[in-house]
């Protein structure tokens, strides 16, 4: 599993949007 894919899964679980806002920040 990529590590994208991880942080995906890992943000629907928690508060989606929020989560992916600060991946994209990174």
């Known amino acids: 599993m990529s590590t994208i894919t991880k942080r995906y899964l890992s943000c ?6 929020k989560c992916m806002l600060k991946n994209l920040k990174k």
């Open 12 to 17: 629907h679980r928690n508060g989606f949007k």
